[in-house]
T-cell receptor, first 112, second 114 residues
Framework: SQQGEEDPQALSIQEGENATMNCSYK?????LQWYRQNSGRGLVHLIL?????REKHSGRLRVTLDTSKKSSSLLITASRAADTASYFC????????????FGKGTMLLVSP | NAGVTQTPKFQVLKTGQSMTLQCAQD?????MSWYRQDPGMGLRLIHY???????DQGEVPNGYNVSRSTTEDFPLRLLSAAPSQTSVYFC?????????????FGSGTRLTVV
């Protein structure tokens, strides 16, 4: 079953605007990761936040994690047309051998 | 180039045929896994391995077999292809324990079963 659920399913913005995507999950986690997928390509790892962290930055990316609400958000600042892609959150469990469970993704369209 | 290599990139099978999707990584990652991606379903875990000789089932293992004889290779076998196995298949690898580098994905195999 899907662990993460992204919101919104699709997002359309103009270049220069900020894009915010949200992710909710159901069970205890070791970490939460965000990935980008360009159309027809493999997934690319963007950022990982551990369960004991609340916020993390990487370039134009900002990720927050609220384990009490079992939710995370990904903020992309000053979006560019090249940011157009699908974005997935994925959680790694905290028991036994870890596996990565993905949500259904958010499709982001950034128009010039 | 370091990374995950999947072959073939595209494949068309007839119902009932068998085939093996290849996956190789050169990063000495302990953990390897296979996912399938269907429209509107995200990625679902088929099988995974935490090291040579150790494999386990994921969320959707039926109709697929795996083995891990070496650290580098993790082939996925379709035993008797069915139209429901039409999908895009991704192989991924990582260091065990959630390193900050996350998982490295291959570029995928687009499989059509007719």
């Amino acid at each position: 079953s899907q662990q993460g659920e992204e919101d919104p399913q699709a997002l359309s913005i103009q270049e220069g605007e900020n894009a915010t995507m949200n992710c909710s999950y159901k069970t205890s986690i070791n970490n939460l990761q965000w990935y980008r997928q360009n159309s027809g390509r493999g997934l690319v790892h963007l950022i990982l936040i551990r369960s004991n962290e609340r916020e993390k930055h990487s370039g134009r990316l900002r990720v927050t994690l609220d384990t009490s609400k079992k939710s995370s958000s990904l903020l992309i600042t000053a979006s560019r047309a090249a940011d157009t892609a699908s974005y997935f959150c994925a959680t790694e469990g905290d028991s036994g051998y870890s596996t990565l469970t993905f949500g259904k993704g958010t499709m982001l369209l950034v128009s010039p | 180039n370091a990374g995950v290599t999947q072959t073939p990139k595209f494949q068309v099978l007839k119902t009932g045929q068998s085939m093996t999707l290849q996956c190789a990584q050169d990063m000495n990652h302990e953990y390897m896994s296979w996912y399938r991606q269907d429209p509107g379903m995200g990625l679902r875990l088929i099988h995974y391995s935490v090291g040579a000789g150790i494999t386990d089932q994921g969320e959707v293992p039926n109709g697929y077999n795996v083995s891990r004889s070496t650290t580098e290779d993790f082939p996925l076998r379709l035993l008797s292809a069915a139209p429901s196995q039409t999908s895009v298949y991704f192989c991924a690898s990582s260091y065990q324990g959630g390193s900050d580098y996350g998982y490295t994905f291959g570029s995928g195999t687009r499989l059509t079963v007719v």
